[in-house]
């Protein structure tokens, strides 16, 4: 029986066709042979009912025509108990996804890695989140990494670098491959680069060059200074950055000797004071070739002053200290009556951010107590224990400003605090409350931020002593308990992974 | 008490909104106290005002004292969600007086019913008869009902191969579910699904008439059935009726029908149709290696009734409808257990095949054949297509309907491992998977 002219009889209609459904010798043909023929319909699809039955119980499967991929090596780190999955089902789900990057740090501190099951939706998290992949990468075992290869999504968890992934990937994998290289092999990275620099498109160059902050070396300063001659400025002007936070560099250097010619220091005599005098530079076109070109219309300084302060933030600020015998801090004072302060301290401020310069950081710090980001930004150059002692400092202040500032900067800098710091915050944000003020939104809101950093076995000690009688407690209670829940979910979430 | 996992208590809400609300609530700021004992789990959650909750897992049953109109409501949820992350913190303890009184009423209504149940037979025989009368009269009501659809099916069906299916894919929508809906309200619910079904072949490209046709003829099959239903045997009867819609109650079931065993919930997949969500469970029972498939139904916006997670095993009584090849099931007086076992899987894709050609030969209507399949391999081939692939290196197709492949692939890691689930004749639906006695759900 051909079944495919019953498909044919039935596709056209039994008004146009008559269905044969003679069929062969066999039991099959028996069956059909019984059928009345002088009923079209019920003939067709009596016989479609036998024959598609016959059909289904009769097949068969098809040979693998290939062989299967290499299976996974087994992993020797185990995975985390169920209490720990559960934990991460919520995180995944968007409850307090924050916490995902810690959730993973605390599976890597533990020696453990991520169950095989969960390893899809993470490593999707991580395909979208560049950020996460620092803490998703160590704990995805040889299975993520196995598993990795298979999805071209997935490939900047494959392990392994693989650079033809340069010649013939997409843009994004070229990229990730670029990142990749610049954490471990940033020689490599810039070679690669180098090679098809020509080549690239005005967008990915721009890209790519940023990228060039990671690993950033003495080494990269040649192709730096061909991208300094790039017909886009934007590409022109990051090359720029990124020699200037290369002390050694040309640009660096040269910058580092005009801003020495433009700065005069006269050492305090008798009766005098130390004092800072500075020239404003002309427009040149060297200048304007090492980045230092038109100010940005933000800006509010005029365009020499703009000039001064681009040339004094490519100088090595630890350069002045060196020169004039001075500390940051005496040296910002002898500026106070400067008529450019407002350029120096813009040029100094950006150069302590490029050096990572602590001590700078530190002596200005207490210049701009009002500029919240610019604190914070200042805060984050601090090594750990200085910048404990400086917001200690300011909690501890007499003044409200300070107080209210280190709550500033604690919101916007990304690190764990010690028992002591947590201590103190806690201590402030409980006496604003006693204080019976009107709630202060940004605050209540700040806390719940703030839970991320404290140490989590701190939880028992924060929940207790807080002003529960007093006036203003039910508006902040809400944001008090959040703020005490997340912490304990955060221990919860590290005991279960250690268990 | 056995504590609900984060997966089970999603399953249970009634919508997304519910569980994110849930999930706000899953904190101990939000419950100023909090406990459980081996009956409940209760709390008092901070909302607008302070509302009781109290849940019993195992049902299970939810009381809360807030107004909200969704069951459960997000306090119920946000303490099973609680309990699920934080075990800890709900510690064991004695239940305030509210909660006792809820039980206690629970208890009350739990003895009446069953009074009532047992008033049932100790009615008198002129009452039984009555009772019994009215019964058949409803039967033989939906009986005529069902033969008139069934007639205008026939008539229905006759019409499209006359006019031929090519002519039948110009029609719109309202062509297939219109017979459908005739169904529905005709009582034979079951070919009114299946006629929804087939309303999506025509526009499924390839080789879609071929299809079509294929489930056609089954479809008259089934009619021809139903015309000699009384000279046929009775399981496969049985199977007619299924098929058509009719479906069993557990009083109807005979002594016989019950299995008690341990089981293992080997696989698990929800779905919705017709504004109604549905749970498939297959429990796989340990001494007498058979598969039971348990149908659970909620509409949208209540709860599913309960149901451990694939993986645990139960000591219960699964009763099987009747039927030529035995699946579907009513399961009752479960208990949680501990066990081990595994079931072996079939050896390859072949034994698979055998074994759902056999199954087809005692009741052709069967629609899918359950199955672990050893030594399955899952691969992935050209435009995103997967396969299990398996010890004689046969390539057993998915179905396109499996989403969770990765998850597969991911928990294989290029070797091979058993995995259970659906053959439909055409493709595979794994629903979990294990190596090492470990299993993990789909």
């Given amino acids: 029986m051909a079944w495919r002219e019953l498909v044919t009889c039935a596709l056209l209609g039994t008004e146009r066709q008559a269905p044969s459904v003679a069929g062969d010798e066999d039991a099959l043909g028996q069956v059909l042979g019984r059928l009345d023929e002088d009923d079209r319909e019920g003939a067709l699809l009596r016989a479609a009912g036998v024959v598609a039955l016959w059909r289904r119980a009769g097949r068969r499967l098809a040979d693998d025509p290939q062989s299967p991929p290499p299976p996974c090596e087994p992993d020797a780190a185990p995975g985390c108990g169920r209490l720990a999955c559960q934990h991460l089902a919520l995180l995944l789900q968007g409850h307090d996804s924050e916490l995902l990057p810690e959730w993973l740090e605390a599976l890597g501190a533990a020696g453990r890695r991520v169950p095989e099951e969960w390893l899809p939706a993470l490593l999707d998290v991580g395909a979208k989140q560049t950020a996460l992949r620092p803490a998703l990468l160590p704990v995805l075992g040889r299975r993520g990494h196995w598993l990795a290869r298979h999805n071209s999504d997935w490939s900047y968890a494959i392990g392994t670098i693989d650079e033809t992934i340069w010649q013939t990937g997409r843009f994004e994998e070229r990229l990730a491959l670029l990142h990749q290289l610049r954490a471990f092999q940033p020689e490599r990275g810039r070679e690669l680069l180098a090679a098809t620099w020509g080549e690239e498109l005005v967008r990915h160059r721009r890209e790519f060059i940023l990228v060039l902050a990671t690993g950033l070396n003495p080494a990269d300063e040649p192709l730096l200074e061909i991208a300094l001659d790039d017909r886009n400025s934007e590409v022109a002007r990051a090359a720029a950055d990124l020699l200037a936070r290369l002390p050694q560099s040309r640009l660096s250097r040269e910058l580092t000797a005009r801003a020495l010619r433009l700065l005069r220091f006269q050492p305090a005599g008798l009766l005098k004071r130390d004092r800072l005098e500075a020239d404003l530079p002309e427009d040149e076109p060297v200048l304007r070739r090492d980045g230092i070109t038109d100010p940005p219309s933000n800006v509010k300084l005029g365009e020499k002053a703009w000039r001064l302060s681009q040339i004094v933030a490519a100088t090595p600020p630890a350069t002045w200290c060196r020169e004039w015998r001075r500390t940051p801090a005496e040296i910002l004072a002898a500026s106070r009556d400067c008529e450019w302060r407002h350029a120096l301290l813009d040029g100094w401020v950006l150069a302590t951010q490029r050096h990572r310069d602590a001590d700078w950081a530190e002596a200005l710090l207490p210049l701009h107590p009002d500029h919240a980001t610019l604190t914070a930004t200042l805060a984050d150059v601090l090594p750990p224990a200085r910048f404990e002692a400086y917001v200690l400092t300011l909690l501890r202040e007499a003044s409200g400003g300070g107080r209210a500032s280190a709550l500033v900067v604690l919101s916007h800098v990304e690190r764990l605090w010690s028992v002591e710091l947590s201590r103190a915050v806690l201590e402030q944000v409980r006496q604003r409350i006693r204080q019976d003020k009107q709630p202060d939104w940004w605050l209540a809101s700040a806390l719940r931020g703030f839970a991320r950093w404290l140490p989590p076995e701190f939880s028992e000690e924060a929940a207790a002593g807080w002003p529960t009688e007093s006036r203003q407690w039910s508006q902040w209670e809400t944001a008090v308990n959040e703020f005490l829940d997340r912490l304990r979910f955060r221990r919860a979430m590290r005991e279960a992974i250690a268990q | ?442």
């Fill in chain 2, 1 to 442: 008490m056995l504590l609900l996992t984060t997966e089970q208590v999603i399953a249970l809400a009634p919508d997304a909104a519910s569980v994110k609300a849930a999930r706000g609530l899953a904190r101990p700021g939000k419950w100023p106290t909090v406990g459980q004992n081996d009956q409940a789990l209760w709390g008092e959650c901070k909302g607008s005002a302070l509302y009781q909750v109290c849940v019993d897992p195992t049902e299970p049953a939810f009381k809360c004292t807030c107004p909200s109109r969704k069951f459960p409501c997000k306090h119920a949820l946000g303490l099973l969600l609680f309990a699920a992350t934080q075990p800890d913190v709900v510690s064991v303890g004695e239940p305030p007086v509210w909660l006792s009184e809820w039980l206690a009423k629970r208890e009350q209504t739990a003895r009446r019913k069953a009074a009532r149940a047992g008033a049932d037979s100790d009615l008198d025989p002129e009452q039984q008869a009555k009772r019994a009368a009215a019964k058949d009269k409803r039967v033989a009501e939906r009986q005529r009902k069902v033969e008139i659809g069934l007639e205008e099916l026939e008539r229905w069906l006759r019409d499209l191969v006359r006019q031929g299916l090519a002519h039948a894919q110009q029609q719109s929508a309202r062509y297939w579910d219109g017979m459908a809906e005739r169904l529905w309200d005709a009582q034979a619910r079951g070919l009114a699904n299946w006629l929804r079904e087939l309303a999506s072949i025509p526009a499924s490209g390839e080789g879609w008439g071929e299809r079509l046709l294929a489930q056609l003829g089954s479809l008259y099959l089934l009619l021809e059935g139903h015309r000699r239903l009384d000279v046929l045997p009775e399981p496969l009867r049985a199977d007619i009726r299924s098929r058509i819609g009719w479906s069993w109650q557990e009083a109807d079931l005979p002594a016989d029908a019950w299995l008690r065993d341990r089981w293992l919930l080997v696989g698990q997949r929800g779905y919705e149709e017709e504004q109604m969500r549905v749970r498939r469970s297959w429990l796989w029972s340990r001494h007498h290696d058979r598969l039971a498939l348990v149908l659970d139904f909620a509409h949208q916006s209540q709860p599913m009734p309960p149901m451990a997670a694939p993986g645990s095993w139960l000591e219960a009584e699964l009763g099987f409808f009747p039927s030529e090849y035995p699946q579907r099931a009513l399961l009752r007086h479960a208990v949680a257990v501990e066990d081990q076992e595994m079931p072996t899987g079939l050896a390859d894709g072949a034994a698979l095949l055998d074994r759902y050609a056999a199954a087809l030969a005692r009741q052709p209507w069967l629609a899918v054949l359950p199955a672990a399949v050893a030594e399955a391999l899952p691969v992935r081939r050209e435009s995103d297509t997967w396969f299990l692939r398996d010890a004689a290196a046969k390539l057993l197709p998915c179905h396109p309907g499996f989403i969770e492949t990765w998850r597969l692939l991911a928990c294989s890691g290029g070797s091979p491992l058993t995995v259970f689930g659906e053959w439909n004749g055409q493709q595979f639906w794994p629903l979990s998977s294990w190596s090492d006695g470990q299993l993990t759900a789909f």
